[in-house]
């Protein structure tokens, strides 16, 4: 194997790894907060849905008209 993969391979993993620490530094950026709260309690919150949902309720699953 030629041995300019290695670099190539090193290179990657570095970018990858920068590009990792910088969408994790931006998703800490206190900013971000109140929307991440939010979405966070999103799935506690008690209702019907989104509208538009296509998903049937507990009652209709399974009949047919």
Known sequence: MNP??????????????????????????????RTFGRLARLPMEDGDGWPGDSTPAAGEVGERR
């Open 4 to 33: 300019v993969w290695g670099h190539v391979a090193g290179v990657f993993t570095l970018l990858l790894m920068a590009a990792f620490i910088g969408v994790w530094a931006w998703a800490w950026l206190p900013r971000h907060r």
